[in-house]
């Protein structure tokens, strides 16, 4: 009986790993072909090649147009750290007024907010790019960061709004009753209680911002302002022959931060996850 339990275990760990190793595999094999020569990445499209060499991450970092991937770099995290502050602050103010304020149309204002979850972002692009063309904000980060300080995103708020509604509100009352304001409230005792939730919209954010392709091809035209994703996209030559080693290497250089970000605060973000929504 033991045996066959143990049996039975052995077998859906290893089911799991084949599993996991299969995901992976696209991963390896990007990591693989970026440090194979050019005219082996198609012939010999296996994870192990005859001949392995750096000149891929070389000639990717030295960039294009003069200006050097480590210039894309610098754009992307300046994008995502200015976004996931805006959220991070925001989302939960918003969350925090939603969840324990009271004021007129409460409740349809956080009605309107979950419907705004529903609408694709294909069907607000063009009102928003001509209200951002009539600003001048085209060609600039603007339309990429300054949503993210007006509380932009709903399901951030959602989450927090859950994740709030879950701590007892006799902390509020017994901080009330010592004389401490909505604000001191909120700072010293739903701030320190809702790090889990942050931290998991700094990962999600951090992760969508940089990650992010159509935006930044929308609204971003000068390769100055250019980020990882669309200097990757830069080297890629629909109409001649495209570095194909240059463009792995730097695809495979744009998965370490985000990689790091989940690794280092990956307790504090499953925390956020496993207890939001719980009373």
């Not at 009986?1 to 094999?29: C, D, E």
């Not at 209680?193 to 929308?218: E, G, H, K, R, Y």
């Amino acid at each position: 009986m033991v045996q066959a339990s143990g049996l039975r275990g052995f077998t859906k760990h290893a089911l799991i790993i084949l599993f996991g190793i299969a995901m992976l595999y696209p991963v390896l094999w990007l990591i693989s072909s970026s440090f194979k020569p050019n005219e082996l990445i198609f012939t010999e499209p296996g994870l192990w090649s005859s001949s392995f060499t750096l000149d891929n991450y070389i000639k990717g970092w030295q960039g294009f147009q003069g200006i050097a991937f480590g210039r894309f770099f610098a754009n992307s995290w300046l994008i995502s750290i200015l976004s996931v502050l805006g959220n991070v602050i925001t989302c939960s103010f918003a969350a925090f007024a939603f969840a324990r304020l009271n004021f007129k149309f409460q409740k349809l204002w956080f009605a309107l907010m979950l419907v705004t979850i529903m609408l694709p972002y294909h069907v607000t692009l063009v009102p928003q790019y001509v209200i951002y063309n009539e600003l001048q904000w085209i060609n600039t980060y603007f339309p990429l960061i300054l949503p993210k300080w007006l509380a932009h995103d709903s399901f951030f708020i959602l989450m927090m709004v859950q994740f709030i509604r879950g701590i007892p509100r006799e902390l509020d009352e017994s901080a009330t009753i010592d004389g401490c304001s909505q604000r001191q409230i909120y700072f010293r005792i739903i701030m320190p209680l809702l790090v889990p939730a942050l931290i998991s919209a700094a990962i999600f954010t951090f992760i969508w911002s940089w990650d992010d392709f159509f935006s930044q091809m929308i609204y971003l035209s000068d390769i100055k302002l250019f980020t990882v994703q669309l200097g990757i996209r830069s080297l890629f030559d629909p109409t001649g022959q495209s570095d194909w080693g240059a463009l792995l290497a730097m695809s495979a250089l744009s998965l370490v931060p985000i990689t790091l970000i989940f690794l280092i605060f990956q307790r504090y973000f499953l925390d956020g996850i496993a207890t939001t929504g719980l009373k």
